[in-house]
Protein backbone atom coordinates (compact mmCIF):
# COMPACT_ATOMS: atom_id res chain seq x y z
CA UNK A 1 0.00 0.00 0.00
CA UNK A 2 1.47 3.08 -1.09
CA UNK A 3 2.14 5.29 2.08
CA UNK A 4 0.85 8.69 0.20
CA UNK A 5 -2.44 8.12 -2.03
CA UNK A 6 -4.29 10.29 -4.08
CA UNK A 7 -8.03 10.83 -5.52
CA UNK A 8 -8.78 11.02 -8.14
CA UNK A 9 -6.66 9.29 -10.32
CA UNK A 10 -7.96 11.49 -13.04
CA UNK A 11 -10.10 14.35 -13.17
CA UNK A 12 -11.59 16.89 -16.54
CA UNK A 13 -13.36 19.74 -15.71
CA UNK A 14 -14.22 23.29 -18.19
CA UNK A 15 -12.28 25.86 -18.14
CA UNK A 16 -13.24 28.85 -14.97
CA UNK A 17 -14.16 25.69 -13.03
CA UNK A 18 -12.87 24.71 -9.71
CA UNK A 19 -11.62 21.60 -8.90
CA UNK A 20 -10.41 20.15 -5.46
CA UNK A 21 -7.64 17.19 -5.25
CA UNK A 22 -7.41 14.60 -2.62
CA UNK A 23 -3.79 13.37 -0.99
CA UNK A 24 -3.90 10.84 2.07
CA UNK A 25 -1.14 9.74 3.48
CA UNK A 26 0.36 7.47 6.64
CA UNK A 27 4.01 9.18 6.78
CA UNK A 28 4.49 9.75 10.28
CA UNK A 29 5.95 11.78 11.10
CA UNK A 30 6.72 14.13 8.34
CA UNK A 31 9.16 17.08 7.74
CA UNK A 32 6.46 19.10 5.28
CA UNK A 33 4.04 18.06 2.75
CA UNK A 34 4.46 19.73 -1.01
CA UNK A 35 2.02 19.72 -3.76
CA UNK A 36 3.79 19.86 -7.04
CA UNK A 37 2.53 20.52 -10.67
CA UNK A 38 4.25 18.04 -13.40
CA UNK A 39 3.47 18.98 -17.09
CA UNK A 40 3.98 16.35 -19.78
CA UNK A 41 7.38 15.73 -20.44
CA UNK A 42 8.51 18.05 -17.76
CA UNK A 43 9.95 18.05 -14.35
CA UNK A 44 7.64 18.67 -11.21
CA UNK A 45 7.27 22.39 -10.31
CA UNK A 46 6.49 23.02 -6.43
CA UNK A 47 3.13 24.35 -6.06
CA UNK A 48 3.36 24.62 -2.33
CA UNK A 49 4.49 23.50 0.80
CA UNK A 50 3.05 23.32 4.19
CA UNK A 51 5.06 22.19 7.76
CA UNK A 52 2.95 19.82 9.87
CA UNK A 53 1.91 22.60 12.11
CA UNK A 54 0.47 24.45 8.98
CA UNK A 55 -3.01 23.82 8.14
CA UNK A 56 -3.27 26.30 4.30
CA UNK A 57 -1.01 27.72 2.37
CA UNK A 58 -1.78 29.38 -1.05
CA UNK A 59 -0.13 30.61 -4.18
CA UNK A 60 -2.25 32.53 -6.35
CA UNK A 61 -5.27 30.30 -7.61
CA UNK A 62 -3.77 26.89 -5.80
CA UNK A 63 -4.94 26.93 -1.62
CA UNK A 64 -3.46 23.88 -0.45
CA UNK A 65 -4.68 22.71 3.00
CA UNK A 66 -3.44 19.79 5.81
CA UNK A 67 -5.55 17.99 8.29
CA UNK A 68 -2.44 16.50 10.37
CA UNK A 69 -5.12 14.60 12.46
CA UNK A 70 -6.75 12.72 9.60
CA UNK A 71 -3.69 12.52 7.60
CA UNK A 72 -5.38 14.08 4.76
CA UNK A 73 -3.85 17.18 2.79
CA UNK A 74 -5.49 18.96 -0.38
CA UNK A 75 -5.29 21.17 -3.27
CA UNK A 76 -7.82 23.57 -4.59
CA UNK A 77 -7.70 25.37 -8.05
CA UNK A 78 -9.67 28.37 -8.44
CA UNK A 79 -10.75 29.24 -11.55
CA UNK A 80 -9.06 26.66 -13.82
CA UNK A 81 -7.02 27.62 -16.55
CA UNK A 82 -6.74 25.69 -20.11
CA UNK A 83 -2.78 25.73 -18.56
CA UNK A 84 -3.25 24.05 -15.52
CA UNK A 85 -3.78 20.82 -17.20
CA UNK A 86 -0.94 18.49 -15.98
CA UNK A 87 -0.35 16.23 -12.73
CA UNK A 88 -0.93 16.98 -9.75
CA UNK A 89 1.90 15.58 -7.65
CA UNK A 90 1.52 15.40 -3.40
CA UNK A 91 4.84 14.69 -1.73
CA UNK A 92 5.61 13.80 1.46
CA UNK A 93 8.97 14.20 3.00
CA UNK A 94 9.27 12.19 6.16
CA UNK A 95 10.95 13.29 9.65
CA UNK A 96 13.26 10.51 9.99
CA UNK A 97 14.89 11.17 6.39
CA UNK A 98 13.75 14.46 4.53
CA UNK A 99 15.49 13.13 1.63
CA UNK A 100 13.38 10.38 0.88
CA UNK A 101 10.47 12.22 -0.55
CA UNK A 102 7.28 10.14 -0.69
CA UNK A 103 5.32 10.92 -3.96
CA UNK A 104 1.56 10.00 -4.23
CA UNK A 105 0.80 8.40 -7.59
CA UNK A 106 -0.75 11.69 -8.92
CA UNK A 107 -3.88 13.09 -10.31
CA UNK A 108 -4.01 13.72 -13.67
CA UNK A 109 -5.95 16.87 -14.98
CA UNK A 110 -7.18 18.09 -17.65
CA UNK A 111 -9.34 21.51 -18.00
CA UNK A 112 -11.66 21.70 -21.39
CA UNK A 113 -12.02 25.02 -22.64
CA UNK B 1 16.59 31.44 -8.02
CA UNK B 2 17.11 27.87 -7.66
CA UNK B 3 16.66 26.20 -11.20
CA UNK B 4 18.16 22.72 -12.58
CA UNK B 5 18.59 22.35 -15.81
CA UNK B 6 19.22 19.01 -17.54
CA UNK B 7 21.11 18.23 -20.99
CA UNK B 8 19.91 16.90 -23.23
CA UNK B 9 16.56 17.47 -22.89
CA UNK B 10 15.92 14.15 -24.72
CA UNK B 11 17.82 11.36 -26.59
CA UNK B 12 17.74 8.53 -29.09
CA UNK B 13 20.67 5.63 -29.02
CA UNK B 14 20.96 2.57 -30.19
CA UNK B 15 20.83 -0.66 -27.91
CA UNK B 16 24.31 -1.40 -26.12
CA UNK B 17 25.73 1.96 -26.11
CA UNK B 18 25.99 4.62 -23.28
CA UNK B 19 24.35 7.46 -22.62
CA UNK B 20 25.32 10.28 -20.37
CA UNK B 21 23.10 12.88 -19.32
CA UNK B 22 24.14 16.36 -17.13
CA UNK B 23 22.30 17.65 -14.04
CA UNK B 24 23.74 21.45 -13.15
CA UNK B 25 22.14 23.65 -10.76
CA UNK B 26 22.63 26.97 -11.98
CA UNK B 27 22.43 29.64 -9.20
CA UNK B 28 23.09 27.42 -6.42
CA UNK B 29 25.93 25.15 -4.96
CA UNK B 30 24.32 21.44 -4.16
CA UNK B 31 26.15 18.94 -2.13
CA UNK B 32 23.50 16.37 -3.06
CA UNK B 33 21.80 15.59 -5.84
CA UNK B 34 19.09 12.96 -6.71
CA UNK B 35 18.38 11.09 -9.84
CA UNK B 36 15.02 9.63 -10.48
CA UNK B 37 13.57 7.72 -13.32
CA UNK B 38 9.11 7.85 -14.17
CA UNK B 39 7.72 5.51 -16.21
CA UNK B 40 4.42 6.64 -18.19
CA UNK B 41 1.90 7.51 -16.18
CA UNK B 42 3.56 6.25 -13.00
CA UNK B 43 4.95 8.54 -10.50
CA UNK B 44 9.15 9.37 -9.97
CA UNK B 45 10.92 6.26 -8.06
CA UNK B 46 14.46 7.20 -6.47
CA UNK B 47 17.44 5.73 -8.28
CA UNK B 48 20.07 7.18 -6.65
CA UNK B 49 21.55 10.02 -3.99
CA UNK B 50 24.55 11.67 -5.57
CA UNK B 51 27.13 13.18 -2.86
CA UNK B 52 29.69 15.94 -4.26
CA UNK B 53 33.26 14.52 -3.54
CA UNK B 54 32.13 10.84 -2.80
CA UNK B 55 30.38 8.01 -4.23
CA UNK B 56 26.68 7.69 -4.75
CA UNK B 57 23.80 5.60 -2.81
CA UNK B 58 21.50 3.27 -4.95
CA UNK B 59 18.39 2.69 -4.04
CA UNK B 60 17.99 -1.36 -3.68
CA UNK B 61 17.61 -2.87 -6.97
CA UNK B 62 19.07 -0.04 -9.00
CA UNK B 63 22.51 -1.65 -10.67
CA UNK B 64 25.32 0.90 -9.54
CA UNK B 65 27.55 -0.77 -12.45
CA UNK B 66 24.45 0.33 -15.03
CA UNK B 67 24.12 3.92 -13.86
CA UNK B 68 27.49 5.40 -13.07
CA UNK B 69 26.78 8.72 -11.57
CA UNK B 70 29.84 10.87 -11.22
CA UNK B 71 29.31 14.42 -8.43
CA UNK B 72 32.34 15.63 -9.82
CA UNK B 73 31.57 19.07 -8.38
CA UNK B 74 29.31 21.58 -6.54
CA UNK B 75 26.73 22.05 -9.56
CA UNK B 76 27.49 19.30 -11.87
CA UNK B 77 26.02 15.97 -11.48
CA UNK B 78 26.14 13.18 -13.94
CA UNK B 79 24.24 9.54 -15.00
CA UNK B 80 25.70 7.42 -17.25
CA UNK B 81 23.49 4.65 -18.80
CA UNK B 82 25.84 2.26 -19.55
CA UNK B 83 25.01 -1.10 -22.23
CA UNK B 84 21.33 1.08 -22.61
CA UNK B 85 18.77 -1.52 -23.44
CA UNK B 86 15.64 -0.63 -24.34
CA UNK B 87 13.94 -1.63 -21.22
CA UNK B 88 16.29 1.60 -19.89
CA UNK B 89 13.53 3.45 -21.94
CA UNK B 90 12.17 6.12 -19.47
CA UNK B 91 12.21 9.69 -18.34
CA UNK B 92 15.38 10.24 -16.14
CA UNK B 93 14.65 13.36 -13.63
CA UNK B 94 17.20 14.99 -11.40
CA UNK B 95 17.03 17.27 -8.39
CA UNK B 96 19.62 18.94 -6.51
CA UNK B 97 18.93 20.26 -2.58
CA UNK B 98 19.58 23.77 -1.88
CA UNK B 99 21.18 23.69 1.64
CA UNK B 100 20.82 24.74 4.33
CA UNK B 101 17.23 24.03 3.40
CA UNK B 102 16.11 20.53 2.93
CA UNK B 103 14.19 21.56 -0.64
CA UNK B 104 14.85 19.98 -3.08
CA UNK B 105 14.19 21.75 -7.05
CA UNK B 106 13.59 19.41 -9.99
CA UNK B 107 15.14 19.47 -13.78
CA UNK B 108 12.86 19.52 -16.45
CA UNK B 109 13.87 15.49 -17.25
CA UNK B 110 15.33 13.60 -20.05
CA UNK B 111 13.72 11.40 -22.31
CA UNK B 112 15.48 8.27 -23.22
CA UNK B 113 14.36 6.78 -25.87
CA UNK B 114 16.16 2.95 -26.67
CA UNK B 115 15.82 1.11 -29.76
Known amino acids: KNQVEQSPQSLIILEGKNCTLQCNYTVSPFSNLRWYKQDTGRGPVSLTI?????NTKSNGRYTATLDADTKQSSLHITASQLSDSASYICVVSPAYNTDKLIFGTGTRLQVFP | GAVVSQHPSRVICKSGTSVKIECRSLDFQATTMFWYRQFPKQSLMLMATSNEGSKATYEQGVEKDKFLINHASLTLSTLTVTSAHPEDSSFYICSARAEPTDTQYFGPGTRLTVL
Open chain 1, 50 to 54: MTFSE
